[in-house]
């Protein structure tokens, strides 16, 4: 398996702009989460899904940010319209339990966002 | 308040030598703790993970102890070398997600 895939690497956009961010987890992991990671703040869980279920979506900052999953191999994360505070790495991950269990959670490499 | 609080200055230590990261936490009663390292421009990759129940466990040249009574994870590199440089984050169970800490950066110089 290749991993966990994000797209894209690097995405730089102007304020009020409509971004869309990819992952593609590992297959048979039933369980998929989005980070996002700043400085400031570190790691933070903005969602996860079981099953392709949306199942905590309390990190999520406000309603310009929105996630689907509509397959068990695709996942997006969307914001609109994009703010600089936005700005930050985000993280897909994926496992096969929801807190990892003994191998942990696979992370992709991420998508380096900047919004000016 | 929930805190997860690791190192927050870099370690800077020589090569050979064992380095020693540390993770205390708050309000939170975790089954199991795991380590992660994380290179510059990639994702975390898990390490290990310590259950409650163990007082120690080992892979390789890395050691992880859990004790909570004191709430503490201490996490050991033995025998460092220049490729053991990173960012190095724990994580804990919180309900069904997984909770990190902000990390401390290793720096191994040669």
């Known amino acids: 398996d290749a991993g966990v895939i994000q797209s894209p690497r690097h995405e730089v956009t102007e304020m009020g702009q409509e971004v869309t961010l990819r992952c593609k987890p590992i297959?048979?992991?039933?369980?998929l989460f989005w980070y996002r990671q700043t400085m400031m703040r570190g790691l933070e869980l903005l969602i996860y899904?079981?099953?392709?279920?949306?199942?905590?979506d309390s990190g999520m900052p406000e309603d310009r940010f929105s996630a689907k999953m509509p397959n068990a191999s695709f996942s997006t994360l969307k914001i609109q319209p994009s703010e600089p505070r936005d700005s930050a790495v985000y993280f897909c991950?994926?496992?096969?339990?929801?807190?990892?269990?003994?191998?942990?959670?696979?992370f992709g490499s991420g998508t380096r966002l900047t919004v000016v | 308040s929930q805190k997860i609080e690791q190192n927050s200055e870099a370690l800077n230590i020589q090569e050979g030598k064992t380095a020693t990261l540390t993770c205390n936490y708050t309000n939170y009663s975790p089954a199991y703790l795991q380590w992660y390292r994380q290179d510059p421009g990639r994702g975390p990759v898990f390490l290990l993970l310590i259950r409650e129940n163990e007082k120690e466990k080992r892979k390789e040249r890395l050691k992880v102890t859990f004790d909570t009574t004191l709430k503490q994870s201490l996490f050991h590199i033995t025998a460092s070398q220049p490729a053991d440089s990173a960012t190095y984050l724990c994580a804990l169970g919180d309900g069904n997600k997984l909770v990190f800490g902000a990390g401390t950066i290793l720096r191994v110089k040669s």
């Open positions: 297959s048979g992991h039933d369980y």
């Open positions: 991950a994926s496992s096969l339990s929801p807190q990892g269990g003994d191998y942990g959670y696979t």
């Open positions: 899904f079981n099953n392709n279920v949306p199942i905590d």
